[in-house]
Nanobody
Framework: QLQLVESGGGLVQPGGSLRLSCGTS????????IAWFRQAPGKEREPVAC????????NYADSVKGRFTISRDNAKNTVYLQMSSLKPEDTAVYYC?????????????WGQGTQVTVSS
């Protein structure tokens, strides 16, 4: 089982920035696509951004497009979510999701989540 760990969350003022990181120890992420999800209290978990295993392709939810950037450094075995122009509605627990396909079957693992709070 892939053990994912997120870091970088915290309290930030509206309009501020944070960078989240996702990594793993003992395994490599270079064979996995990575997605960031978030879940606010009382709401369903929603996808935020996704990056392919090579880093060549990315995709974003409309709500964060232009403000968030997903990237990866396979040499460092780390995936990042750079968040800028943060809004109170961005407040949520952010989760890292690593996925791959084996013979057409999706295999995925989740991190424990990191709290992001945007408040004055």
């Amino acid at each position: 089982q892939l053990q994912l760990v997120e870091s970088g969350g915290g309290l930030v003022q509206p309009g501020g920035s944070l960078r989240l990181s996702c990594g793993t120890s003992g395994s490599t992420l270079d064979g996995y696509g990575i997605a960031w999800f978030r879940q606010a209290p009382g709401k369903e978990r929603e996808p935020v951004a996704c990056i392919s295993s090579s880093g060549a392709s990315t995709n974003y939810a409309d709500s964060v497009k232009g403000r968030f950037t997903i990237s990866r450094d396979n040499a460092k075995n780390t995936v990042y979510l750079q968040m800028s122009s943060l809004k109170p509605e961005d407040t949520a627990v952010y989760y890292c999701n690593a996925f791959r396909y084996s013979w057409g079957t999706r295999i995925e693992d989740w991190g424990q989540g990191t709290q992001v709070t945007v408040s004055s």
